[in-house]
Nanobody, 123 residues
């Protein structure tokens, strides 16, 4: 069983930055990648960014490319999402998730989910 705990959310003004963290415990070698998703009120949960544990290969949604950076610290079993140049449309609950497959963007490809952390960007 894998447990994921997110932290780092909060309230920030437009143009500001936040860094989210997700620490995994109980990780097995079957979970080869991590992802960040977000869900805004009244909208479906959407993919934001993903990274492979082994080689640090990254993928991003077009909406965040160039502004967000995903990274991982293998020794700490932690994945980060550095969010810069935040916009009001980035407001959402952000979830981290674990997948056995690398390079996937679909919700169904991820087996474990954290509880989420709220990010609010004020205009």
């Amino acid at each position: 069983q894998v447990q994921l705990v997110e932290s780092g959310g909060g309230l920030v003004q437009t143009g500001g930055s936040l860094r989210l963290s997700c620490t995994a415990s109980g990780r097995t070698f079957t979970e080869n990648a991590m992802g960040w998703f977000r869900q805004a009120p009244g909208k479906e949960r959407e993919f934001v960014a993903g990274i492979s544990w082994s080689f640090g290969r990254t993928i991003y949604a077009d909406s965040v490319k160039g502004r967000f950076t995903i990274s991982r610290d293998i020794a700490k079993n932690t994945v980060y999402l550095q969010m810069n140049s935040l916009k009001p449309e980035d407001t959402a609950v952000y979830y981290c998730a674990a997948s056995a497959m690398i390079g996937r963007r679909g919700l169904r490809d991820y087996n474990y989910w954290g509880q989420g952390t709220q990010v609010t960007v004020s205009s």
